[in-house]
C-alpha cells in the first residue's frame, strides 16, 4: 500500500487526477471506476483541466460508477448520475454511451444483475477511484457481519443518510435504499486510489487501513488490495 498525505486538497486532488490521466495515457479505452461524494469533485475538476489543455483524450474511455439511490430518476439533480454529468462527463469529450451508473428506477434486482453482466463484459476496472464514508462505508458497502460481493441494494444506515442529508432538501428525501456494486467488484479492480480528506475523515482512515480487516469497517479490506494508494489530505 501506498500512502500519501498532502496538505491542501488541491494538491490531493491533482495527485489522484495524475494517476487517472496516467492510466488513460497508457491505455485510451481504460475502465475507470468512478465514485461520488464531495471529496472525488476536485479530482474531476482536474481532469477536466488536463482535458482543456489537450493533454487527456476521453474519447475511447469506459467508466463505472459505484452506486446509485434507489427510486431517484437519473434527471434528478440529487442523482448519482446526475452528479456525474454534472461534474464529469458533460465536460469531457466522453461518449455518454461509454458511461455506466446503475440503474435507480429499474427493478432492483435485474438492475443489480445487468450491471455487473456490463462490468464484466467491459473487463473490469482499470483504476477505481473511491471516498470513504464516515462508518467506513465505500460505495453504499455499509458495516455489515459480511463482506457483500456483487452488485446489491442496500439499506442505508441512519448515520449514512444523515451524513448524505446536506445534499437534499431534508433527511426525510434521502433514499432509504440505494445500489452499489460489492467489494468483490471493487477489489478485482487492477489499481485502487481512494482519497479522503479533512480531520474529520482521520480516525476512519487510519482505522480501515491500519486496523483489524473486518466488515464492521467495509474499506479495511482494501487492505489486502495489492496496488493501493490512499491520498489523505489534512484540509
Ligand atoms: C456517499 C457515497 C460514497 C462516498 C461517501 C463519502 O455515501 N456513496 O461513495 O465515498 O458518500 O462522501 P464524501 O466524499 O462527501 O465525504
New binding site residues.
Partial sequence: MEWITTETYAEMSRKAANLFAATVILKPNAVLGL?????PIGTYDRLVEMYKAGDVDFSRVRTVN??EYCGLDPANDQSYRWFMNHHLFHRINIEPSNTYVPNGLLEPERACAEYDQTIERLGGVDIQL????LNG?I??NEPHDSFDLGTHVIKLSDS?RAA?ARFFASIDEVPKAAITVGMRTIMQAKRIVLVANGPQKYEIVKRAFEGEVTPAVPASILQLHPNITVIYSKE
Fill in positions: 465514485a461520488t461524494g464531495s471529496t459505484l452506486d473511491l471516498g470513504i464514508g462505508h460505495g453504499f449514512t448524505n
